[in-house]
């Protein structure tokens, strides 16, 4: 199960990348050009679906972004709910637990789905899900950015 792997994996993740703190701040940069290019002005609403242990929600938040970042994965929220305020960055983490809704301020304006995420969608039907759950979280002009492995 994701959720298990990601739980164990929470306290070591940051060791993935040759030196976090940096790409917090490259990914930052990136992500920040590429939200400008795409007119996402820093008051809109962004979640990030899968934050992990935060390293987009960190970056954007330091960036002024507001954002909300949620994850299947507690001990990753707690970790980076942990790396936010030692950083005195504001954002909010919730725990994603299947069959209970959280009040999220809906619409968001910006959705994002970075790094290891989609392998975890086995079949059509989980794809079709995840991406129908995304759209009802979207304003109609809302942008959906997924990839896999930005470093």
């Known amino acids: 199960m994701a959720e298990q792997f990601y739980d164990d994996l929470a306290g070591v993740y940051h060791f993935i990348f040759k030196d976090w703190d940096h790409s917090i701040a490259k990914q930052g940069e990136v992500l920040a050009r590429v939200l400008t290019a795409e007119g996402v002005k ?3 609403s962004i979640l990030d679906c899968t934050c992990g242990i935060g390293t987009q929600t960190l970056a954007l938040a330091k960036s002024g972004y507001k954002i909300i970042a949620s994850d299947i994965s507690g001990k990753s929220i707690e970790r980076a709910k942990s790396k936010a305020e030692g950083r005195n960055l504001k954002s909010h983490f919730f725990r994603l637990i299947s069959g209970i809704v959280i ?8 959705i994002l789905s970075i790094d290891n995420a989609l392998p975890h969608l086995l079949t059509d039907e989980d794809c079709a899900s995840a991406l129908s759950e995304v759209y009802s979280l979207l304003k109609p002009e809302g942008i959906f950015f997924f990839h896999q492995g930005l470093r």
């Open 42 to 44: 820093r008051s809109f």
């Open 103 to 110: 009040c999220f301020p809906l619409p968001f304006h910006v």
